[in-house]
């Protein structure tokens, strides 16, 4: 080595891998929200001109990693009969590579060749380094014309195709009225038709939960100050924006539980459906009640778990002794859609199911395992998170877009009951089809399932 | 001829691809232009120009520095001092480093950025310590040591690419990270042998 040469390395080349150190810590904006370094009006001209850049780069990689196209699974509808469930594996393959020889490949052998299909790691948000809620088109139009609040952003539109979200609005089944079905007449309940659609239907301290529960209240993009991402002054987001008629209209956000923003892993908004039977709330934080997260939302899905930031742009803390409760009771009122062919251990009734979903029980009692951890009897629960270890498939710390892919670490096991009904699947909606969670399962638990298994999971997934 | 590459590398660098102006996901994602300091150039509404830096990036690259003398120290230290999987890892962490040492330093002159030339306290302390521990004490100082670099170094670099406006420096974070974190695992595994082996041992 010659010796000007070594004499640099030693100096400054010296190896950034591997080694920094800071002696001190990092600056605060690694954890806390940083303040806006420039005026509204800059921002929102930049954040607008870079805004086509933005989508097309977002538009790129799901192209990349997904089939887009538009295959509805014959005769089959989402509960409200509003939208088809779509079909097929849409996580494209690597090259060179089918699903079964990448089944036949040892973890580690896919990981050394790179060849983990890149729809199944983590998928970044449409602008990682902003960060924040991202509403479908559908939400912001129906809440534009009945409340005239504006939902929309300067900086970023909603990035998957309509067809792979909820079928909007989403009916809205009750357990105290299991007679009536859906409850919903076909409308987006708002702040202005609430009580209208449910008086006589629920309680008054339901009624009163589910005023709070349509009741905007700042938060981190939308809200009155400077630093907001919507055009106008803005009063705010309610809870069943995201969580439309208590299910999901796959709004999404960053994870409020991690830092630094890079590292932030993306959120598609959960089903309030059946909420009564599950014991932990949240991907993540593991929450005990529907009480507890109805609190702590107003920190989390608000305000990214920044309760500083929060504070200067004016939080909302739900009295805990009286409004939080009434707020949980009537989201424990909301029901799973019904599964007319399922009997009430959960398991499917052999004069209703055909063949095939029969089959794809078997396979999800037996060869899949999926059963030990969704357990029929328990709404599909364990009520435990798992570590699924999709690390072991590929390297991680790549970024994309933005979004540094780490290990996803033990997440809550999600209920399967109504699943064709919320698309795009798992904690950060990487998956678009109920085909794709099973290609992702048997990879990941090494099942080697056969075409035939693999069919008939999926038709007796549309049955719960 | 070395001189050469070097120019041509660094040339490449500056005008590569990595402005972040591509629709290639695996390029710097647009920052936030929320994070911008007031008075930044524009290449393009919300796209700094080249060559500009805000703090984070300036933090990264000193701490990138100074981690980076810190580290060849101690590898060279340990090539020489320690067991035989000690004396791998060490030969691995400076093997493993020119490419992205040379890409640090071209930066940080294209940036007008000065470079530490010399150790800070928290690394002269465990150049200290090494110096004076031999053996298996020596071992897992080192190991100890280079886990807590390498945690600190990942978060520094998750940090960057979140935080940072300079796209070049965005890119060289992106580009080492998951070398950084393969190296923290590779120092995790010694470390958990060594303490098994230690288990076994015959008291």
Redesign the interface.
């Known amino acids: 080595m010659?010796k000007a040469?070594k004499l640099?390395?030693?100096?400054?080349?010296?190896?950034?891998?591997?080694?920094?150190?800071?002696?001190d810590s990092?600056?605060p904006?690694?954890t806390y929200r940083?303040l806006?370094?420039?005026p509204l009006g800059?921002?929102r001209?930049?954040?607008?001109?870079?805004k086509p850049?933005?989508a097309?780069?977002q538009?790129?990689?799901l192209q990349?990693r997904y089939d887009l196209s538009d295959r509805p699974i014959p005769d089959v509808m989402m509960s409200g009969l509003r939208k088809p469930v779509q079909g097929g594996v849409r996580v494209k393959l690597p090259a060179g590579v089918t699903w079964d020889s990448l089944a036949d490949m040892s973890p580690d052998e896919i990981r050394q060749r790179g060849l983990l299909p890149a729809g199944f790691r983590p998928l970044?948000h449409v602008?990682?380094?902003?960060g924040g809620q991202v509403f479908p088109n559908n939400e912001i139009d129906e809440i534009g014309r009945q409340e005239q609040r504006n939902l929309r952003r300067f900086d970023v539109d909603f990035d998957f195709p309509d067809r792979f979200t909820p079928e909007f609005p989403p009916p809205i089944f009750l357990t105290s009225h299991p007679e009536l079905g859906d409850v919903s007449h076909g409308q987006l309940l708002t702040i202005k038709n609430y009580y209208q659609l449910m008086v006589g239907l629920i309680t008054p301290v339901q009624m009163e939960g589910l005023r709070l529960l349509l009741t905007p209240f700042p938060q981190e993009e939308f809200n009155q100050t400077e630093?907001r991402k919507s055009a106008d002054q803005s009063l705010g987001v309610t809870c069943l924006d995201c969580h439309a008629n208590f299910h999901t209209n796959a709004a999404f956000h960053l994870t409020p539980d991690v830092r630094?923003?890079?590292?932030r892993f993306r959120l598609d908004t959960v089903s309030l459906r059946g909420l009564f039977n599950q014991q932990l709330h949240g991907s993540k934080r593991s929450l005990r009640s529907v009480e507890d997260f109805t609190q702590f939302e107003q920190r989390t899905a608000y305000f990214n778990g920044d309760h500083v930031s929060a504070q200067r742009k004016g939080v909302h803390l739900p009295d805990r002794f009286d409004q939080v409760p009434m707020m949980a009771q009537m989201q424990n009122m909301i029901d799973f859609p019904p599964a007319p062919k399922l009997d009430p251990t959960g398991h499917l009734d052999p004069t209703k199911a055909t063949a095939q979903e029969l089959a794809g029980e078997q396979v999800f009692l037996g060869k899949g395992h999926c059963a030990q951890c969704h357990v029929p009897q328990t709404s599909f629960l364990d009520n435990n998170m798992h570590d699924l270890k999709l690390e072991r498939f590929y390297?991680?710390?790549?970024?994309?877009?933005?979004l540094?892919m780490l290990p996803d670490g033990p997440i809550k096991t999600f209920t399967l009951r109504g699943i064709k009904d919320s698309p795009p699947y798992m904690h950060d909606g990487r998956l678009l089809t109920l085909a794709d969670t099973v290609e992702f399962f048997n990879l990941v638990l090494g099942l080697k399932l056969t075409q035939d298994e693999k069919d008939a999971l999926v038709a007796y997934m549309l049955t719960l | 001829m070395i001189r050469l590459f070097a120019v041509t590398f660094l040339a490449s660098l500056l005008v590569g691809p990595a402005s972040g102006q591509q629709a290639n996901p695996a390029s710097p994602a647009p920052s936030n232009p929320g994070g911008m300091p007031a008075g930044t150039r524009e290449q393009a509404p919300g796209v700094p120009a080249p060559h500009q830096t805000n703090d984070a990036d300036r933090i990264f690259i000193h701490a990138a520095a100074i981690g980076g003398l810190a580290e060849v120290d101690a590898a060279k230290l340990a090539a020489k001092k320690g067991g035989r999987r000690v004396q791998e890892f060490a030969q691995r962490m400076i093997h493993d480093h020119a490419a992205a040492n040379d890409r640090l330093s071209a930066l940080a002159t294209a940036e007008s950025i000065p470079l530490p030339d010399r150790l800070d306290d928290e690394h002269s302390t465990m150049r200290d310590k090494l110096e004076q521990a031999s053996g298996t004490q020596f071992d897992r100082t080192y190991i100890e040591g280079q886990i807590t670099d390498h945690q600190k170094t990942a978060q520094l670099l998750e940090y960057e690419i979140g935080s940072g406006e300079n796209a070049d420096l965005k890119k060289l974070a992106s580009d080492i990270l998951p070398t950084v974190l393969d190296h923290l695992r590779m120092a995790q595994m010694i470390n958990s042998e060594s303490s098994q082996a230690a288990e076994r041992a015959p008291r």
């Not at chain 1, 640099?8 to 002696?23: D, E, I, N, Q, R």
């Not at chain 1, 001209?45 to 870079?50: I, L, M, P, R, V």
């Not at chain 1, 630094?260 to 590292?263: F, H, K, T, V």
């Not at chain 1, 390297?395 to 933005?402: L, M, R």
């Open positions: 010659p040469l640099t390395f030693t100096l400054v080349g010296a190896a950034v891998l591997g080694m920094a150190a800071l002696a990092l600056p904006d690694a940083p806006p370094t420039l800059q921002v001209a930049n954040d607008e001109a870079e850049l933005v097309q780069r538009q790129t990689l990349q970044p602008k990682q380094a902003t630093d630094p923003q890079a590292a390297d991680i710390g790549q970024t994309e877009n933005g540094v």
